[in-house]
């Protein structure tokens, strides 16, 4: 009995050794069957094994899913990480797939190094970025140069793993990269910034008037919304054919291509497209020659043509010291800054064009009569500086007449040119020469001084040179100089008293035998005798019924009916017959008759208004002239109010034109009596402009709503490239400005061609219909007579 009890007993030790087994982790562990053991022990070891083998099932599978989730989760990891393993020492003990990739070194290179010497360049924030051991998780972006020279951005996160006694065993980086997502906020920040650029520049692109401070300000942005140290900037200016070379940035001063801007005029040089886009030192840059290029160290630029409605007027370069691939946002950058800049030199050129155009004859070139005004009156006001004396010499070429109606206008205008061109061979620096239309010039000489003698040798001069023979077509042709000349102060203290003596003293010599010259003095009367018998004929002129009004048809160039008619003031002499409007209007400006004259012409039209209303005549906008001596008149917007509507009639029929003599006599009262006008309805205009007695001041302060182009510009609009340059840009600006443009003197079918193609309004010429008396023009209107747009040539 005592010996089975102690077999038993040695049984259950095993039992509990096989738990203990158990119990230190070997599931895996199996009790062992005895065949001597008692049937209880063998029953329960075979429980035991049972227990023991459903415990390791159901371990086993745990461990399992949990071993997969655990390399789904490393997997997953490594696709979007970069991660190593560093040691307490900073030293690589691992790393994957991607961070092998990622640093572009090999995997056995890697193990042979510690983090911080992986790449050329490390930094957080704007500080170095160094490896320091810490036992707290580190996380932080931190930015890398590689072995290419291209940075890269991580977020990077450092794990430190413990020991059993707290101390760092090793760590783990993980690091993601997120360089798209930076550099897509540097994009955003650059975008930003070239935003606010751009607009600045636009603000000051629309008020600068000075081009090459507006070059130097688009260069200068140019390079600072490129973050590049270099740009530069060539204009061409088509108006005075020149070359504006503008400050460069950051290329000390050196010169462009010599000789470069004769190539763009004849448009080689931007031949080849508008942008260069250059990363190799072997581009070849157009704007900047080849040892600049060499001496600033440019390995790269980009050049954008500035041109404007297919008209180059430049190019704009940026240029960098390095490798330097532009992208597409940064071409737009410059493109845009470009079109800004072509906008505004347009700008600029069409305002040159027009301050030239208003101060300066456009068939010889010379100053015209409204700049000699003016200069004259400012030399003369001058409150410091003021010369010893000023002469003004009138010029007025004998036999011109002869010339313009024997051998015809374009021989006459010939003349004039070559004639403009020896007066400007006379003068020195102290002197202006002038065409004041027609066939007189003015020369106005300024004195330190007053030296007569020398007055004398310039006149003698003046007469002798006119007195040569010009070359005309192959055949000499010979006219001579009458020449006037008074001085400031012996001959008057006001511009307009010196200007007329001056004239009467030309007026003098052309009577006294004509190719010579004559001082003025307060004798001189002959020369107006003839005028005094014309102002008295004018006189009476008014109540002996002697005034007729004939109509010339504005023509409409939508549609080429009538659209308007202009009344012109004529005078039947019942003895001299038609007398020149060119011969008794001034003297009815200069006596105030043009008072009433003027005044008889506003009833007169509005008569015959309404008699076509009461007719049942299809109603046109009728033009009258008005002269600044009217102006002059008090209550003038009273008196035509009260006129329209003692008759009744619709106001928007009624339209002024201004004289040219408005441009040169207190205009700042005048405005404020057209303003009154306007407020009636009745419409005003701008008659001749551009023959140097409009102003482009004019066009913004007075309340207009249409302007004329004078026939000088509309005669060799076919043939003259700067006339129909002239009338493009007139068009261009009057319609900027909200005003409807109407040619002169059309005469020909190629003048109207170009005028619909350039967008004028209206014509008035002799294409149509020279200037006929009341009745034929209702029975055009009647009869619906029109102009045959449709049968314009291409």
């Not at 990269?177 to 540097?186: A, G, H, L, S």
């Not at 490129?226 to 061409?236: D, Y």
């Amino acid at each position: 009995m005592g010996f089975m009890i102690k077999r038993s007993l040695a049984h259950l030790g095993k039992l509990h050794s096989y738990e203990a087994e158990i119990a230190s982790g070997a599931v895996a562990a199996e009790a062992m069957l005895v065949a001597d053991a008692p049937m209880e022990i063998q029953e329960a070891i075979k429980a035991v094994n049972r227990t023991a083998a459903s415990m390791r099932n159901h371990f086993g599978l745990r461990i399992d899913s949990l071993m997969n989730t655990l390399v789904q989760h490393k997997n997953a990891l490594d696709e979007v990480s970069i991660v190593c393993e560093v040691s307490a020492s900073g030293r690589i003990t691992y790393v994957n797939e991607r961070f092998v990739k990622s640093s572009q070194h090999s995997r056995a290179e890697l193990l042979e190094l510690k983090i911080d010497e992986v790449w050329t360049g490390m930094s957080s924030a704007s500080e170095p970025w160094r490896w320091v051991p810490e036992n707290e998780v580190w996380n932080g972006e931190v930015r890398l140069s590689g072995r290419t020279g291209k940075d890269a951005w991580h977020r990077r996160t450092i794990i430190p793993i413990l020991d059993d006694m707290g101390g760092v065993e090793k760590y783990i980086c993980i690091d993601i990269d997120i360089t798209v997502r930076k550099e897509f906020e540097v994009a955003i920040l650059d975008n930003s910034r070239r935003q606010n650029l751009i607009a600045l520049f636009g603000q000051q692109a629309l008020t600068e008037e000075n081009v090459s401070a507006l070059g130097e300000l688009a260069a200068l942005t140019a390079a600072q919304g490129l973050t590049l140290s270099k740009a530069a900037l060539l204009v061409v200016d088509r108006v005075s054919h020149g070359v504006i070379l503008n400050p460069e940035v950051g290329l000390n001063h050196v010169e462009v291509r010599s000789g470069y801007h004769n190539d763009f005029l004849n448009g080689t040089a931007s031949s080849t497209g508008c942008a260069i886009n250059s990363d190799t030192p072997d581009n070849r840059y157009t704007l900047l020659p080849g040892e600049t290029v060499e001496a600033c160290g440019i390995r790269s630029g980009l050049e954008i043509e500035i041109s404007c409605r297919d008209v180059f007027k430049g190019v704009l370069g940026v240029y960098a010291s390095t490798d330097y691939s532009f992208t597409r946002e940064e071409v737009s950058y410059l493109q845009t800054l470009a079109n800004l800049l072509a906008a505004a030199l347009e700008r600029y050129d069409a305002k040159k064009k027009l301050i030239y155009l208003a101060e300066n004859d456009s068939l010889t070139h010379l100053p015209n009569r409204w700049f000699l005004s003016n200069y004259l009156r400012e030399i003369i006001s001058r409150k410091t500086s003021v010369p010893d004396a000023v002469s003004v010499i009138f010029i007025d070429l004998d036999r011109f007449k002869a010339v313009n109606d024997t051998l015809g206008h374009s021989v006459g205008d010939q003349l004039l040119i070559q004639a403009g061109r020896r007066l400007k061979d006379c003068i020195d620096e102290n002197s202006v020469v002038a065409r004041l239309g027609g066939d007189e010039f003015s020369i106005v000489v300024t004195h330190h001084v007053y030296s007569e003698s020398l007055i004398k040798a310039l006149a003698n001069h003046v007469v002798e040179a006119l007195g040569k023979p010009f070359n005309l077509g192959g055949q000499d042709v010979f006219v001579s100089a009458s020449v006037g000349i008074a001085n400031y102060p012996f001959d008057g203290r006001d511009t307009g008293v010196i200007l007329k003596n001056a004239d009467t003293a030309m007026y003098h010599a052309k009577k006294s035998g004509r190719n010579n010259y004559k001082f003025y003095n307060a004798t001189m009367n002959e020369s107006l005798v003839r005028r005094l018998q014309t102002e008295t004929l004018l006189r009476g002129a008014l109540d002996r019924d002697e005034f007729i009004l004939h109509f010339q048809p504005k023509v409409s160039l939508t549609d080429g009916r009538i659209s308007g008619l202009e009344a012109l003031l004529r005078w039947n002499h019942p003895e001299q017959g038609m007398v020149s409007p060119a011969e008794f209007i001034p003297i009815l400006e200069d006596t105030g008759l043009i008072i009433p004259v003027g005044e008889w012409v506003i009833r007169n039209v509005c008569e015959t208004i309404k008699s076509w209303e009461e007719n049942n005549v299809r109603q046109v906008p009728i033009a009258i002239n008005l002269s600044v001596r009217q102006l002059q008149v008090k209550g003038l917007a009273e008196t035509i109010k009260h006129i329209v509507e003692g008759y009744g009639i619709n106001p928007a029929l009624l339209e002024f034109e201004l004289t040219e003599s408005m441009l040169m006599i207190d205009p700042e009262s005048a405005v404020n009596i057209l303003r009154d006008i306007k407020s009636y309805g009745i419409s005003l205009s701008v008659d001749d402009f551009g023959t140097g007695y409009s102003s482009l001041a004019y066009l913004k302060r007075f309340p207009l709503d249409a302007l004329k182009i004078d026939r000088a510009f509309i005669k060799d609009i076919t043939s003259n490239h700067e006339d129909a340059a002239i009338t493009r840009a007139v068009i261009v600006l009057a319609h900027e400005l909200g005003l409807k443009v109407i040619a002169e003197g059309v005469e020909t079918v190629d003048q109207l061609a170009l005028l619909v193609t350039y967008g004028c309004d209206q014509m008035q010429g002799y294409l149509f219909s020279k200037p006929v008396i009341i009745e034929e023009c209702a029975s055009m209107i009647k009869s619906s007579r029109s102009l045959k747009l449709l049968d314009i040539p291409a």
